[in-house]
């Protein structure tokens, strides 16, 4: 893909910047555990309708889970047998006390997501395998679909929230003009993206350390769900809504781009019942 690789995303830069951050982000954030999050500021599950309707007792396992709120969710509004790992432990001794608090059984794990077959043992399958906005920090996004796919059971899903690749652009306001000259008014703001194929890294660099967030073409996360032997069952590009079960108040104070571009894309993905 033209422009890529850039920055070189490395687990254990990421392991720390997140545990520098966890606590900051527990303050600011405000993630509820009464619905299913996909990302910030976008509706969670209860009206999306993404998630597979699976019984109690199926079993789910969770990428990337900071706080854990999402597999708390499922094993104590679903009733399913959750595994869940975080890179971070402090995002992850947060995760077991909000779960201990719910009285959710989840079995946490700290890993990479790069790693997570050995973490969880390479022969186990779960119904749902899923992970909410962290395969953005994830060097290899292509292969992590394929481990995901490979962890799931015959016939079971595979959900990818994650960042949109419009969001990586730049918002830009200003005085705008429409075709025949006239001042274009509210119209008078928009996103610049200079290559749709390749968009710009969000690099954190401050107080908690380093940080790469990438964000890849829509058409891209198609083609590795289907690559890696999965079905496209569901393809959502959320707008926003005021009321998020993620959020914060700079994520709330959007200013209205978040009504016009997405900032998440989301995959639900069936492997097939005889693989």
Request: glycine residues 10%; aromatic residues 10%.
């Amino acid at each position: 893909m033209p422009g890529q690789p850039r920055e070189t995303i490395e687990p254990d830069r990421q392991r720390a910047y997140w545990d520098a951050l966890a606590p900051v982000y527990a303050a600011i954030t405000r993630i509820r555990e009464d619905d299913f999050h996909f990302g910030p500021q976008i509706p969670g599950d209860r009206e999306l309708r993404i998630l597979p309707d699976l019984p109690p007792g199926a079993t789910a396992l969770e990428l990337g889970c900071g706080g854990g709120q999402n597999s708390v969710f499922l094993a104590a509004s679903r009733g399913l047998r959750c595994t869940a790992l975080d890179v971070s432990e402090a995002q992850l001794s947060r995760a077991r006390a909000r779960a201990a608090a719910a009285g959710a059984a989840v079995e946490f794990l700290r890993s990479p997501i790069e790693g997570f077959e050995a973490a969880v043992g390479p022969d186990r399958r779960f119904d749902l395998v899923h992970s909410s906005h962290a395969l953005e920090f994830v060097e290899d996004p292509a292969a992590a679909v394929r481990a995901m796919a490979r962890a799931a059971a015959p016939g079971g899903w595979v959900m990818v929230s994650t960042v949109h690749p419009l969001f990586n652009g730049q918002w830009i306001e200003g005085e705008f003009e429409d075709e025949d000259g006239r001042d274009a008014g509210d119209a008078g703001a928009g996103l610049f993206l200079p290559n749709y194929f390749s968009p710009p890294d969000d690099v954190r660099d401050d107080a908690f350390g380093h940080a790469v967030s990438r964000a890849w073409p829509v058409s891209a996360w198609f083609g590795w769900f289907r690559d890696a032997g999965l079905s496209v069952e569901r393809l959502a590009e959320p707008a926003a809504t005021a009321d998020a079960p993620y959020t914060s108040d700079d994520w709330a104070d959007h200013g209205g781009q978040l009504d016009r571009i997405p900032s998440t894309i989301v995959l639900l993905g069936r492997k097939p019942a005889g693989a």
